[in-house]
C-alpha cells in the first residue's frame, strides 16, 4: 500500500495546521521545488529530513495519530459504509458527521476539523 494511502491528504494535513494540530509525527506532505510538487514522506526514509526548515510542509498524520489525538474526546465510530463502494462514514454522539470519504485517515481528520471547529477537542 502507497504511504499516501495511510495518511491523512495534503489538503485535509493544511487545514489542520491551520486550524493549531501539532505539527509532530512519521509522516510529512512536503513541496519539491525542483519538481513543484507535493509528496508524502517519513522521517525514517531518508529522503526528508524533518528538521528542513521549508515553511511549506505539513504533518501527515497516520490514523494511529489521530487515534491518539481524537483519544481524549469520546472517540467517534468509524465504519466503512457498505452502501458506498469505498466510503467511511463517522459519527459523533450517534449524529452521522461525515460521509463518502474515501480513506479512514481522511475520515479522522474530517472528524478532528470538526471537533476542533464546534470547540469540542479537549
Not at 2 to 9: A, G, I, S
Not at 26 to 43: G, I
Not at 83 to 109: F, M, P, Q
Request: aromatic fraction near 12%; hydrophobic fraction near 35%.
Amino acid at each position: 500500500m502507497k504511504l499516501e494511502n495511510q495518511v491523512v491528504c495534503k489538503e485535509l494535513s493544511q487545514e489542520m495546521k491551520e486550524l493549531g494540530y501539532v505539527q509532530e509525527g512519521l509522516c510529512w506532505w512536503h513541496f519539491d521545488k525542483d519538481t513543484n510538487k507535493w509528496w508524502v514522506s517519513n522521517e525514517w526514509s531518508g529522503s526528508f529530513c524533518v528538521h528542513d526548515e521549508n515553511p511549506e510542509r505539513y504533518v501527515a498524520p497516520t490514523v494511529a495519530e489521530l487515534g491518539e489525538a481524537l483519544k481524549p474526546n469520546t472517540l467517534p465510530h468509524y465504519q466503512k459504509d457498505s452502501l458506498l463502494s469505498d466510503g467511511w462514514r463517522c459519527s459523533y454522539n450517534c449524529t452521522t458527521i461525515i460521509k463518502a470519504v474515501e480513506t479512514e485517515a481522511d475520515a479522522r481528520a474530517k472528524m478532528w476539523i470538526y471537533l476542533k471547529k464546534e470547540g469540542l477537542l479537549k
